[in-house]
């Protein structure tokens, strides 16, 4: 697997093979734009190289949750901003009082 910049500024992540000195791609899994997307395409493309290979993957779904906890927790990437970390900024500007510091609002 490999990763690679494109003209964009995203992370191509790929399949790739190597034979003779001869690199060739088997598959693209597609470009990532943050660490979490990134993350995403490096487990997808761990997963199928480990199926490839006849590895079976871990059976992570059928442990038992640690004590006090209630189930595993799964994550979803719905969105590619993130509202909260940007509530968060705003508030501690405002808190701060940056906003008045460079003349208002439009410093934000």
């Given at each position: 697997?490999?990763?690679?910049k494109?003209?964009s500024?995203a992370?191509a992540?790929?399949?790739?093979?190597?034979?003779?000195g001869v690199?060739?791609?088997?598959?693209?899994?597609?470009?990532?734009?943050?660490?979490?997307?990134?993350?995403?395409?490096?487990?997808?493309?761990?997963?199928?190289?480990?199926?490839?290979?006849?590895?079976?993957?871990?059976?992570?779904?059928?442990?038992?949750?640690?004590p006090?906890?209630?189930?595993?927790?799964t994550?979803?990437?719905?969105?590619?901003?993130?509202r909260?970390?940007?509530?968060?900024?705003?508030?501690?500007?405002?808190?701060?009082g940056l906003?008045?510091?460079?003349g208002?609002?439009?410093?934000?």
């Open positions: 697997m490999r990763k690679v494109t003209a500024g992370t992540v790929q399949i790739v093979s190597k034979s003779g690199r060739r791609i088997v598959e693209h899994l597609g470009s990532a734009h943050d660490e979490t997307e990134l993350e995403v395409l490096l487990e997808a493309g761990r997963q199928k190289i480990a199926a490839w290979q006849g590895q079976g993957l871990l059976d992570l779904e059928s442990l038992e949750p640690a006090g906890r209630t189930g595993l927790a994550t979803t990437v719905e969105s590619k901003h993130s909260l970390l940007w509530a968060v900024l705003h508030g501690a500007y405002q808190r701060l906003g008045e510091a460079v208002g609002e439009s410093g934000l």
